[in-house]
Protein backbone atom coordinates (compact mmCIF):
# COMPACT_ATOMS: atom_id res chain seq x y z
CA UNK A 1 0.00 0.00 0.00
CA UNK A 2 0.89 3.32 -1.47
CA UNK A 3 1.60 5.84 1.78
CA UNK A 4 3.38 9.07 3.36
CA UNK A 5 2.66 9.44 7.25
CA UNK A 6 3.70 12.44 9.26
CA UNK A 7 4.11 11.91 12.63
CA UNK A 8 6.14 13.82 15.75
CA UNK A 9 3.63 16.54 16.34
CA UNK A 10 2.32 17.65 19.65
CA UNK A 11 2.03 20.05 22.01
CA UNK A 12 5.42 22.12 23.35
CA UNK A 13 6.09 25.16 24.88
CA UNK A 14 7.53 28.17 23.34
CA UNK A 15 11.19 27.89 22.62
CA UNK A 16 11.38 23.92 22.80
CA UNK A 17 11.84 22.01 19.75
CA UNK A 18 10.39 19.06 17.61
CA UNK A 19 10.92 16.41 15.04
CA UNK A 20 9.04 15.64 12.62
CA UNK A 21 9.06 12.49 10.49
CA UNK A 22 7.49 11.78 7.18
CA UNK A 23 7.71 7.73 6.40
CA UNK A 24 7.05 6.48 2.74
CA UNK A 25 6.07 2.87 2.68
CA UNK A 26 5.01 0.92 -1.11
CA UNK A 27 7.65 3.13 -2.61
CA UNK A 28 10.40 4.74 -3.09
CA UNK A 29 11.25 8.43 -1.26
CA UNK A 30 15.17 8.68 -2.45
CA UNK A 31 13.45 9.35 -6.23
CA UNK A 32 12.13 12.43 -4.62
CA UNK A 33 12.12 15.82 -3.53
CA UNK A 34 10.16 16.29 -0.41
CA UNK A 35 8.34 19.21 0.33
CA UNK A 36 7.05 20.37 3.79
CA UNK A 37 4.29 22.84 4.41
CA UNK A 38 1.72 23.88 7.14
CA UNK A 39 -1.48 25.56 6.94
CA UNK A 40 -3.31 27.04 10.43
CA UNK A 41 -6.85 27.89 10.34
CA UNK A 42 -8.15 29.94 8.58
CA UNK A 43 -4.82 30.83 6.62
CA UNK A 44 -3.70 29.44 3.48
CA UNK A 45 -0.41 26.86 2.89
CA UNK A 46 2.62 28.21 3.31
CA UNK A 47 5.48 25.85 1.62
CA UNK A 48 8.19 26.24 4.26
CA UNK A 49 11.28 23.79 3.45
CA UNK A 50 12.35 21.53 0.30
CA UNK A 51 14.89 18.92 0.65
CA UNK A 52 15.72 17.69 -2.70
CA UNK A 53 15.94 13.71 -3.61
CA UNK A 54 19.20 13.45 -5.22
CA UNK A 55 22.11 15.66 -3.18
CA UNK A 56 19.80 16.51 -0.88
CA UNK A 57 19.55 20.16 -1.16
CA UNK A 58 17.74 22.22 0.94
CA UNK A 59 15.57 25.46 0.69
CA UNK A 60 13.65 27.14 3.61
CA UNK A 61 11.21 30.33 3.78
CA UNK A 62 12.79 33.28 5.64
CA UNK A 63 9.99 32.40 7.95
CA UNK A 64 11.50 28.88 9.78
CA UNK A 65 14.91 29.96 8.05
CA UNK A 66 17.63 29.19 11.01
CA UNK A 67 14.69 27.09 12.92
CA UNK A 68 14.51 24.22 11.41
CA UNK A 69 16.19 21.72 9.20
CA UNK A 70 15.09 18.79 6.82
CA UNK A 71 16.88 15.52 6.15
CA UNK A 72 16.29 12.51 4.79
CA UNK A 73 17.28 8.99 5.64
CA UNK A 74 17.14 6.96 1.83
CA UNK A 75 17.57 3.45 3.84
CA UNK A 76 14.95 4.69 6.50
CA UNK A 77 12.88 5.97 3.51
CA UNK A 78 11.89 8.73 5.70
CA UNK A 79 12.39 12.13 6.18
CA UNK A 80 12.22 14.84 8.56
CA UNK A 81 11.96 17.95 9.68
CA UNK A 82 13.72 19.35 12.97
CA UNK A 83 12.32 22.34 14.45
CA UNK A 84 13.64 24.85 17.40
CA UNK A 85 12.88 27.86 18.39
CA UNK A 86 9.56 26.82 18.04
CA UNK A 87 7.03 30.17 18.34
CA UNK A 88 3.26 30.17 19.01
CA UNK A 89 2.45 31.65 15.41
CA UNK A 90 4.30 28.08 14.31
CA UNK A 91 1.28 26.12 15.06
CA UNK A 92 -0.40 24.82 12.41
CA UNK A 93 -1.01 21.09 10.59
CA UNK A 94 2.05 20.00 9.15
CA UNK A 95 2.22 18.14 5.95
CA UNK A 96 4.89 16.49 3.62
CA UNK A 97 4.19 15.97 -0.29
CA UNK A 98 6.61 14.25 -2.37
CA UNK A 99 8.08 16.14 -5.75
CA UNK A 100 9.63 14.29 -8.53
CA UNK A 101 12.07 17.06 -9.75
CA UNK A 102 14.45 18.69 -7.91
CA UNK A 103 13.62 21.51 -5.27
CA UNK A 104 13.60 24.75 -6.78
CA UNK A 105 12.73 26.46 -3.56
CA UNK A 106 10.40 26.95 -0.51
CA UNK A 107 7.25 27.99 -2.00
CA UNK A 108 4.52 25.12 -3.06
CA UNK A 109 4.29 24.55 -6.60
CA UNK A 110 1.19 23.85 -8.23
CA UNK A 111 -0.88 20.91 -6.72
CA UNK A 112 -0.63 18.70 -9.54
CA UNK A 113 3.21 18.65 -9.72
CA UNK A 114 2.99 16.63 -6.43
CA UNK A 115 2.88 12.97 -6.47
CA UNK A 116 1.92 12.03 -2.81
CA UNK A 117 0.60 13.45 0.33
CA UNK A 118 0.57 12.68 3.61
CA UNK A 119 -2.21 13.24 5.90
CA UNK A 120 -0.46 16.09 8.45
CA UNK A 121 0.41 16.29 12.00
CA UNK A 122 -0.83 18.76 14.10
CA UNK A 123 1.93 21.37 16.34
CA UNK A 124 0.59 23.48 19.00
CA UNK A 125 3.32 25.94 20.24
CA UNK A 126 1.34 27.27 23.32
CA UNK A 127 2.48 27.86 27.15
Known amino acids: QVQLVESGGGLVQPGGSLRLSCAASGFSLEYYSIHWFRQAPGKEREGISCISGSQGSTYYSDSVKDRFAASRDNGKNTAYLQMSSLRPEDTATYFC????????????????????WGQGTQVTVSS
Open 97 to 116: VTLPLACSGPNLLPTYEYRH
